[in-house]
């Protein structure tokens, strides 16, 4: 890694074992990482002794962590100074990350840089929790969407309505909070109802909790079970496949 360079790194989707080669690497040529909130620590340890590690966090309950423009000139900053800077993301960069808006503001200042895939846990959760996204006789498509905004909100680009139609897999990442709303949205446009419905919290780790469903009960199910961010919830009839297939929780 060159000094004055960045690299937008994907830590992966909880599990510090599913850290990919270029990103141990990366960490261990490092001067400056800036890490977020749901990295796991030990990914940490693949950090040089004397680098710089800085906790740029984002919650949706607090005012205090640093806003994405100020984590843009953070990046900037010390790759400025002659820094090996390593911007650590949960997941994959691209994935819901806003690592295309670092990479901009990479980009505007002239600033050389690198993405590293992560596994996201679009894919991870659901397969830690025996559910495949697609198989053969039950759907061979897939939609990820974020779920951090209400389905009637103007600001939304999600078209829930369209989404109800489809027959395939719908992984929804970042619903917890308004899961009731994006459930009985579904059924409204048109989804049925006993669709089977999963969500997996905290996946890949030694936190996992699944709950199994329907699209229909899904919220209340996952509410009584007292179910946490982070979350991800998969709608299709690939839960099904669940029951045979769960190999972490067992």
Not at 159 to 181: C, E, F, N, S, Y
Request: glycine content about 10%; proline content about 6%.
């Amino acid at each position: 890694m060159r000094p004055g360079t960045v690299a937008l790194v994907g830590a992966g989707p909880g599990d510090p074992g599913l850290l990919t080669l270029r990103a141990a690497e990366l960490l261990g040529e490092a001067d400056v990482v800036l890490v977020d909130r749901l990295v796991h620590p030990d990914v940490l340890k693949h950090c040089r002794d004397d680098a710089q590690v800085v906790d740029v966090g984002k919650t949706s309950w607090t005012g205090t962590a640093p806003r994405q423009e100020e984590i843009n000139g953070q990046l900037v900053e010390h790759a400025h100074a002659g820094r090996r800077v390593v911007r650590l993301k949960g997941g994959d960069p691209f994935v819901f990350g806003r690592g295309s808006e670092e990479a901009q503001a990479l980009v505007d200042a002239g600033i050389d840089f690198e993405v590293v895939p992560g596994i996201s846990s679009a894919l991870a959760a659901p397969a830690y929790a025996g559910i495949p996204v697609t198989a053969r006789g039950y759907t061979q498509d897939v939609c990820v969407v974020t779920g951090h905004l209400d389905p009637d909100d103007p600001s939304s680009r999600v078209r829930w309505q369209a989404l109800a139609q489809g027959p395939g897999t719908l992984v929804i990442l970042m619903g917890h909070d308004r899961l009731p709303l994006l459930t009985a949205s579904l059924i409204r446009w048109g989804r049925a109802a006993d669709t089977p419905a999963a969500s997996v919290q905290e996946g890949t780790t030694s936190d996992q909790r699944v709950v199994v469903s329907t699209l229909e009960r899904l919220a209340e199910d996952v509410r009584a079970a007292d179910l946490r961010a982070p979350m991800t919830t998969v709608i299709g009839e690939v839960v099904r496949l669940r029951e045979t297939l769960r190999w972490f929780d067992r």
